[in-house]
């Protein structure tokens, strides 16, 4: 049930079927926004965006909400803070964390993102800095990396729930090295962490107050210039994508005794600048976006080979490098803002049109809702 205030806005809707790609939802406005985070919740993607007002300082918190299946939007105020940070709960409710006023120092509150009737607010408290990576046992895990320093170490915020009430948040320092990369294996409530340390990958275990548990040494042989996680393991075969500066992607597969098998998934010819981690559509299917020097794309690993590559070749423009069809999008260039697992086998890419005046904030909200099963 959704409890928050309904917001009246003003923008125009369209929807547009392309049928060997999915469907897309365009939404624009002459007010200007920024888009924030996404989540699947009740059935219904949620947007989070700040929306402008005309003094282009001030701004309102707006969920949007969307119904793909019925093509029906609803936009809703968020009134109780700004800077929303969806998460889910380890019995599957969303909430977010928001940030609340106060003179002289950040302060979060951790809220139901939606049903909030009769609730009890809870006492403001240190925010919640790091990335949502999901469940293990009865905590909400999440992991921040401060790339700007080489000293300061990881952290891992944990987030204690009991009978679906929050308990306690802690905030641990994980021992180094740092810039580790952070899977969650919910099926055995096991953190798993994978650094690149003196020319080999470090393979640890850690719990959820960031205590090691066990640890190995990978060796591959090879040095890739970015490294994305599909699952990792000591008992079972870990599965690593590794890109190399040339941005061929590899498969490189890690037996419980340290076999290690690589295979050469994809080339698609052009240095890879980021990767972000895996969304799992699917039991062995990935959805992974990365970025270019000129623009962005996706990839889909299903059953540890390619399902589909799409990349955006020109302005508004995505090829699907295995099948070569071109899809116009939009007349500007698009910024991939999230990849949320929708159900099995379905997702939708969330983008927005970058406008060509510098320090301009944006007027174009793009979905694209696609299914591959």
């Given at each position: 049930m959704?409890t928050?205030k309904?917001a009246n806005?003003?923008?125009?809707?369209q929807?547009?079927?392309f049928p060997t790609?999915?469907?897309?939802?365009?939404l624009t406005t002459?007010?200007?926004?920024?888009i924030?985070e996404a989540i699947y919740?009740?059935?219904k993607?949620?947007?989070?965006a700040?929306?402008?007002h005309k003094n282009?300082?001030?701004y309102?918190v707006i969920?949007?909400v969307i119904?793909?299946d019925k093509?029906s939007?609803?936009?809703y105020?968020?009134?109780?803070?700004?800077?929303?940070?969806?998460?889910?709960?380890?019995?599957?409710?969303?909430?977010?964390?928001i940030t609340?006023?106060?003179?002289?120092?950040d302060l979060?509150?951790?809220?139901?993102?939606f049903?909030?009737e009769?609730?009890?607010?809870?006492k403001?408290k240190r925010?919640i800095?790091?990335n949502?990576?999901?469940i293990?046992?009865n905590?909400s895990?999440?992991?921040?990396?401060?790339?700007f320093s080489d000293?300061k170490?990881d952290k891992l915020i944990?987030?204690?729930f009991?009978n679906?009430?929050i308990k306690?948040?802690?905030?641990n320092?994980?021992?180094?090295?740092?810039d580790?990369t952070?899977?969650?294996?919910?099926?055995?409530n096991?953190?798993h962490l994978?650094?690149?340390?003196?020319?080999?990958?470090?393979?640890?275990?850690?719990?959820?107050?960031g205590?090691e548990?066990?640890?190995?040494?990978?060796?591959?042989?090879?040095?890739?210039?970015l490294?994305c996680v599909?699952n990792?393991?000591?008992?079972?075969?870990?599965?690593?994508?590794?890109?190399d500066?040339k941005g061929?992607?590899?498969?490189i597969s890690?037996?419980?005794?340290?076999?290690?098998?690589?295979?050469?998934l994809?080339?698609?010819e052009?240095?890879i600048?980021?990767i972000?981690e895996?969304?799992k559509?699917?039991?062995?299917?990935?959805?992974?976006?990365?970025t270019?020097?000129?623009?962005?794309?996706?990839i889909t690993i299903q059953n540890n080979?390619?399902?589909?590559?799409?990349?955006q070749?020109s302005i508004?423009?995505?090829i699907?490098?295995?099948?070569?069809?071109v899809?116009?999008l939009?007349t500007k260039k698009l910024i991939?803002?999230?990849?949320?697992?929708?159900?099995?086998d379905?997702y939708?890419v969330?983008?927005?049109?970058?406008?060509?005046e510098?320090?301009a904030?944006n007027k174009?909200?793009?979905i694209l809702?696609?299914?591959i099963?």
């Amino acid at each position: 049930m959704i409890t928050l205030k309904k917001a009246n806005m003003s923008l125009n809707e369209q929807h547009i079927d392309f049928p060997t790609l999915g469907l897309l939802t365009v939404l624009t406005t002459l007010d200007e926004f920024d888009i924030k985070e996404a989540i699947y919740c009740q059935e219904k993607l949620v947007i989070s965006a700040n929306f402008y007002h005309k003094n282009g300082m001030s701004y309102n918190v707006i969920y949007i909400v969307i119904d793909l299946d019925k093509k029906s939007i609803h936009y809703y105020h968020e009134l109780d803070g700004i800077l929303p940070l969806f998460f889910v709960s380890p019995t599957g409710k969303d909430y977010v964390s928001i940030t609340v006023y106060h003179p002289d120092k950040d302060l979060d509150i951790i809220l139901p993102l939606f049903d909030r009737e009769n609730l009890t607010y809870p006492k403001p408290k240190r925010p919640i800095v790091g990335n949502f990576m999901g469940i293990c046992h009865n905590f909400s895990i999440f992991h921040n990396v401060d790339i700007f320093s080489d000293t300061k170490p990881d952290k891992l915020i944990a987030v204690e729930f009991k009978n679906d009430d929050i308990k306690k948040t802690y905030i641990n320092k994980i021992p180094f090295p740092k810039d580790n990369t952070l899977f969650i294996d919910s099926l055995n409530n096991q953190i798993h962490l994978i650094a690149y340390v003196d020319n080999v990958w470090l393979h640890r275990q850690i719990d959820e107050m960031g205590r090691e548990l066990q640890s190995r040494n990978i060796n591959i042989g090879k040095r890739f210039s970015l490294i994305c996680v599909l699952n990792l393991s000591f008992i079972y075969t870990s599965n690593i994508l590794g890109i190399d500066e040339k941005g061929k992607f590899y498969l490189i597969s890690v037996s419980p005794e340290e076999k290690i098998e690589q295979n050469l998934l994809f080339d698609i010819e052009r240095q890879i600048y980021s990767i972000w981690e895996p969304v799992k559509i699917a039991a062995e299917t990935f959805v992974i976006r990365f970025t270019y020097e000129l623009g962005n794309g996706w990839i889909t690993i299903q059953n540890n080979k390619i399902a589909e590559v799409f990349f955006q070749e020109s302005i508004g423009c995505y090829i699907n490098l295995l099948t070569k069809e071109v899809f116009k999008l939009s007349t500007k260039k698009l910024i991939i803002s999230d990849i949320v697992k929708i159900k099995d086998d379905n997702y939708a890419v969330v983008f927005y049109g970058k406008e060509e005046e510098r320090h301009a904030n944006n007027k174009e909200l793009i979905i694209l809702n696609r299914n591959i099963g």
